[in-house]
């Protein structure tokens, strides 16, 4: 998609963002730059949905810490179920996730690795040129996602114990009971995420407690939780 036809085009895009201060701010760039474009705005994940199943709009810029529904908080795995959800039933709708918390993103990786649409990232830091860049990046299918940091690969079952043992505080019995697996289990799905962050043989293996401490800091920093 040429810049021309997208000046000749009269675009849709939607905006998704529960803070309303930014949700301005980010439809003012985009009304200056698009003048004719038609822009629409929600501000939550169940808005998306609904304003999807109306009609599917040229891009769709979404934040990540959204509320599911009007009267809920926001919460950045809202946003990731949204992504999916997008991905897997628009696969070729064009998305730029524009958040502070963007490095989330690397929880879906392969889900965006083979995402069809355009699919760019943008820090909510960003200035108004380098945003505008990635919005026509995204509007001509490009992607965009080198600020996920380095490429990790991890399984959906590892990223549950990381949530169940850091944001729960569940011990690997209370986890293993949770998951309905055995609790060696449990242990052999730490030693598959440790390894995956790089935690080797810093601290003797009896002592269980500063790996585990090693293993959430490095696994926040990633993006892995929250």
């Not at 304003?51 to 891009?59: A, M, R």
């Not at 060696?184 to 080797?200: A, E």
């Amino acid at each position: 998609m040429s810049q021309d036809f997208l000046e000749q085009k009269k675009l849709k895009i939607l905006v998704v963002d529960d803070h309303e201060l930014i949700l301005d701010g980010t439809l003012d760039v985009l009304s200056t730059q698009y003048p004719e474009a038609e822009i629409i705005t929600v501000q939550t994940a169940q808005d998306v949905i609904a304003q999807l199943q109306i009609e599917q709009p040229d891009l769709a810029v979404v934040d990540l810490s959204i509320p599911e529904k009007p009267g809920m908080t926001g919460q950045i795995d809202t946003g990731i179920q949204l992504i999916q959800n997008l991905m897997k039933n628009y696969p070729f709708l064009n998305l730029m996730v524009q958040s502070s918390y963007v490095k989330a993103l690397v929880r879906i990786r392969h889900d965006i690795d083979n995402h069809q649409g355009g699919f760019v990232v943008a820090d909510k830091g960003l200035s108004k040129k380098e945003m505008l860049a990635r919005v026509n990046l995204a509007l001509q299918l490009g992607t965009h996602t080198k600020d996920l940091g380095i490429r990790i690969e991890v399984k959906p079952e590892w990223l549950e114990v990381l949530r169940l043992a850091f944001e729960e505080g569940l011990t690997d019995r209370a986890i293993a009971e949770r998951m309905i697996v055995a609790e060696r289990t449990v242990r052999n799905y730490w030693t598959k995420i440790q390894d995956v962050l790089g935690i080797y043989s810093e601290y003797s293996k009896k002592d269980r407690k500063n790996i585990r401490i090693e293993t959430e800091i490095r696994a926040r920093e990633k993006g892995l939780i929250d």
